[in-house]
């Protein structure tokens, strides 16, 4: 009997021309993010891909877990194949189906068939394993309308499948699949979500973490590398780009007026972030911003911490509660290294009395001390590329 799973696509099933495009990124990923728990031999049949182990060294459990994530499937069933034929069928499920039946109350069989030349239809099949099974456990009774454990049997082109009901999967679009942005990640709670987020609508991530060394420690940084990495289940390997921005800050402090710190800084930011978008091809920004957070997040400062560039920002998180987003962060277990203590660039020269409502030329004119061009070209020329994933 053959352990395996069966992976039912997501939206992409909706996608006309392109759709065999979607389907090789999903399988590439797939592909990729299962090989560390066996080899397993992958194909694509009617919008399910079919993930069978080839050889009897192999961790199902560890495979499952990875599919959760994978971007692009709907749903997960993990699933015994077998010979389309009802006894084997029947057997099957007795054995595979064991445990399920032991703490179930009732049951019921259904049956799907895209194999038309099997000898039974579906209902006589349903009714042929349920008797079956009920033989076989006889404190299960059959419950046609509320049951407890259903039993799904799919006869298809190359085997019989049974399995236990279905698991959902992240949904979203194969990431890759719809072009490459730049995610601004810092150490918060907020940006891995937004990087979450936006991988999920099949975007594929440079992630680029802002470092004020020594006013933030190694550690802070590393913490940035561990969110990067938690974030690879969903996204795939990664490059974390770790941009220098001491010269920038102390500059900033330096030169300029106090109240206006934090947006002349994320101005900054946000340069360098299309410079880096630029050279890899990527065609948005993203950032965890969130209407009203905090001074810099009104849509005042937004305005403003976005006039230098011209690529489109994208903020996930815009409309989202604090809870919403702690949930998301739980969920996607970036959450408890997220609140690890050490401090963030932006939280290293924090004006006493930052600009809620800023006007955009006040802004420019407090920054125009500074050589904004070559500040800009030595942060790019100093970035370091940090591998996350397989
Ligand atoms: P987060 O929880 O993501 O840190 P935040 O609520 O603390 O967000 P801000 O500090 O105002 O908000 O930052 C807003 C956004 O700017 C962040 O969500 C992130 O996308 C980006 N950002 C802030 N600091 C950095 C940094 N050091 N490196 C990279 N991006 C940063
Ligand atoms: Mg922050």
Redesign the pocket.
Known sequence: MEDMLLLKLGEIVLKGLNRRQFEMKLMANINRRLKAYGTFRTYCIQSTVYVEPENADFDMDGALEAARCIFGIASISRAAACEKDKDAIVETARRYLADSFRSARSFKVESRRSDKRFPMTSIQLSQYVGGLLSEAFPDVPVDVHDPDLTVFVEVRDLAAYVHGPAIPGAGGMPVGSNGRAVS????????PV?TYMIAKRGISIYP????SFPYTSELAKQKVVDLAGILTRYCGRMNVIVVPFTHIQEEIREKCPEEYFTLIM?RF?MRIAEKLAEMHNARALV????LG??A??TMEAMACTQAPIRLPVLQPLIGMDKEEIVTMARKIGTFETSILPYE???TVFTPRHPKTKPIPEEVERAESVLDIASLVEEAVAGIERIRVGE
């Open positions: 601004l990640l810092s150490g918060g709670i907020d940006s937004s680029v973490h802002f470092f994320r930011m950032t965890g911003e969130n957070q905090v810099s997040q963030d660039c932006c």
